[in-house]
């Protein structure tokens, strides 16, 4: 199966819409794919954002790239996991993507926090050197 077969098909939302259309897998709602994304980009800037804090050689020049990329990834995933959030019509287990919502709103200010202080880090360390 190709992958422009697999981005054009619409995207079921429940099990049983998926087997009447012969796909095999259900992937999930839009919404939980939203909010499942959005924590993956929450959580990839709680990374660089520790790593940008820890060592500043191992990301780009000093800290300061991981610790704007950790700034603007957990911004990202916090804003998108808020917004997941306020739409969503029911609780949990409804396919409306509320835990990965939450998930992505709590990662997100975590990077958002690890970012700010590398960032902080590094311009104490420009200033003193």
């Given at each position: 199966m190709s992958i422009l077969f697999v981005l054009a098909a619409p995207i079921c939302t429940t099990p049983a819409e998926c087997a009447g259309q012969g796909v095999d897998t259900f992937l999930g709602t839009p919404e939980r794919i939203w909010a499942s994304a959005a924590?993956?980009?929450?959580?990839?800037?709680?990374?660089?954002?520790w790593l940008a804090l820890r060592s500043g050689r191992r990301i780009g020049n000093g800290e300061r790239k991981g610790a704007i990329v950790a700034l603007v990834g957990g911004l990202t995933g916090a804003v998108n996991g808020a917004v997941n959030l306020a739409v969503a019509d029911g609780g949990l287990g409804t396919g409306n993507g509320?835990?990965?919502?939450?998930?992505?709103?709590?990662?997100?200010?975590?990077?958002?926090?690890?970012?700010?202080?590398?960032?902080?880090?590094?311009?104490?360390?420009?200033?003193?050197?």
């Open positions: 924590a993956l980009v929450a959580l990839g800037a709680v990374v660089i954002g509320v835990f990965g919502g939450a998930m992505a709103l709590v990662l997100g200010l975590v990077g958002v926090v690890l970012g700010g202080l590398a960032l902080a880090r590094s311009r104490r360390t420009v200033l003193s050197g």
